[in-house]
């Protein structure tokens, strides 16, 4: 199986739906690396992965009216962390959890704090940055644009890794960026997510991925990523997906129909 998949939408879209975080595979060299046990780390997965954020994603496409391309993690974010900064202007580095995780979303041991990371930077994450990084330069030259929008979801209640915990948990949390985030894109995710609950703007998560290449420097490329809170639509942690899904993809079809 591939590490990351890119599914091809209309040649007419700039859209590119990225979900780096819904997987939960881990191939067994990597698995070796990890010290839990096996019933910890299947616990710690329910914790950190965007579950059914794939499947979200997949069926927002197929209703949307002119369908967007995806970009797909297909490993855990375990193995690699495709959105983190790989050096120190990664903040979330600070709880162990870079680009290569050494703790837990509880903070407890991931892998040895002595883990050098770059082997698994240079297999794994260069890769996938290389591949977002084309998928974002062939909208641009078949568009003129790109519109990355990050599918992500994040937990009820906080988890002790999060270091912006104590704001507002919205049912919709946009997460934004001065540059690549122009004010009407934001606005019509607020109206597109409108009848899935209060929406609000980088709380508990803020900020945007995009490609290091056209990171605060290419305005042609505009971001948004949202966060959706899980008991919106699944059992927490990690149970199964509920008939809020439904109605998630369509506001998400909808936002991209807009852009």
């Given amino acids: 199986m591939p590490s990351f998949e890119l599914l091809p939408g209309d040649p007419g879209s700039p859209v590119l739906l990225h979900v780096p975080h819904s997987a939960r595979a ?82 407890g041991e991931l892998r040895r704090p002595d883990t050098d990371p770059e082997p698994l930077l240079e297999r794994w994450f260069r890769p996938y940055a290389r591949a977002m990084t084309e998928a974002v330069a062939d909208r641009l030259a078949a568009t003129g644009r790109a519109v990355i929008i990050d599918v992500h979801s994040y937990p009820t209640a906080p988890l002790p890794y999060e270091l912006h915990a104590a704001g507002p948990r919205p049912a919709v949390c946009l997460g934004t960026d001065a540059f690549h985030t122009p004010p009407r894109l934001a606005e019509a995710a607020r109206e597109a997510f409108a009848a899935c609950g209060e929406t609000g703007l980088d709380s508990p998560f803020a900020g945007t991925y995009v490609p290091l290449e056209f990171h605060g420097g290419d305005s042609r490329v505009g971001a948004l990523m949202v966060e959706i809170r899980r008991d919106t639509y699944m059992a927490e942690p990690g149970g199964a997906a509920g008939p809020g899904l439904e109605r998630l993809a369509g506001a998400l079809a909808a936002l991209v129909d807009s852009v």
């Fill in 26 to 107: 881990i191939p067994a060299d990597v698995r070796r690396g990890i010290v839990l046990d096996d019933a910890a780390l299947e616990r710690e997965l329910d914790h950190i992965t965007d579950a059914h954020t794939a499947e979200l994603a997949e069926r927002a496409a197929e209703s949307a009216g002119v369908t967007p391309w995806r970009f797909v993690n297909r490993l855990s974010r375990l193995v690699v962390d495709p959105e983190r900064f790989p050096d120190e202007r990664e903040e979330m580095a600070a709880v162990g959890m870079g680009a290569v995780y050494t703790r837990t979303t509880h903070q």
